[in-house]
Antibody
Framework: EVQLVESGGGLVKPGGSLRLSCVASGFTFGSYSMNWVRQAPGKGLEWVST????????YHADSVKGRFTISRDDAQNSLYLQMNSLRAEDTAVYYC???????????????WGQGTLVTVSS | DIQMTQSPSSLSASVGDRVTITCRASQSIANALNWYQQKPGKAPNLLIYAASNLQSGVPSRFSGSGSGTGFTLTISSLQPEDFATYYC?????????FGQGTKLEIK
């Protein structure tokens, strides 16, 4: 059974840093691209970052570029999101999600974790 | 960035109704369009990928269609467990974007 378990959320002051983790099980982690997606309270979903197999490609949303860094440790079956210079508008539930690729080559998020809440407030 | 616009933003319907949600992309995205269902306090759940492919385990009353800039999600006969928020999402661009969501409520 595929499982994704996030951790590391909490309360942090504006300008502070936090590192989120996502531990994967039930599949060969190193064979899949992985993502972070967030959802502010009462709002919609926002894609944050993608990291491909072997770290070949890394993408970040414009809203977090230069502040957040996605990384992975395949030996530990783990995905990370280092978040620096945090702002109030970064307050959200952060989900990790696995990528799968369709026959036509377009990716989609087929499995999601339960999420971890990050609150940025003084 | 590619903008995704869903309509309507909210919808009231009854059990047994046929419901259609529309998603429009700001530029052509071929068939790189996915649909997710989210219930309160839960993670999103994949329904449809690549515009029209039903994810394994998803009931056949859900279907998707479209290509280019216009897409639809149809629920053929609403069940009580279908009342939720639905999101479209494009994966044509490496900077992936979601629609704003459609909240489906019980009439």
């Amino acid at each position: 059974e595929v499982q994704l378990v996030e951790s590391g959320g909490g309360l942090v002051k504006p300008g502070g840093s936090l590192r989120l983790s996502c531990v994967a099980s039930g599949f060969t982690f190193g064979s899949y691209s992985m993502n972070w997606v967030r959802q502010a309270p009462g709002k919609g979903l926002e894609w944050v970052s993608t990291i491909s197999v072997n770290n070949k490609y890394i993408y970040h949303a414009d809203s977090v570029k230069g502040r957040f860094t996605i990384s992975r440790d395949d030996a530990q079956n783990s995905l990370y999101l280092q978040m620096n210079s945090l702002r109030a508008e970064d307050t959200a539930v952060y989900y990790c999600a696995r990528d799968r690729t369709s026959h036509s080559g377009s990716p989609y998020f087929d499995y999601w974790g339960q999420g971890t809440l990050v609150t940025v407030s003084s | 960035d590619i903008q995704m616009t869903q309509s309507p933003s909210s919808l009231s319907a009854s059990v047994g109704d046929r419901v259609t949600i529309t998603c429009r992309a700001s530029q052509s995205i071929a068939n790189a369009l996915n649909w997710y269902q989210q219930k309160p306090g839960k993670a999103p759940n994949l329904l449809i990928y690549a515009a029209s492919n039903l994810q394994s385990g998803v009931p056949s009353r859900f279907s998707g269609s479209g290509s280019g800039t216009g897409f639809t999600l149809t629920i053929s006969s609403l069940q009580p467990e279908d009342f939720a928020t639905y999101y479209c999402q494009q994966s044509y661009s490496t900077l992936r974007t979601f629609g704003q969501g459609t909240k489906l409520e019980i009439k």
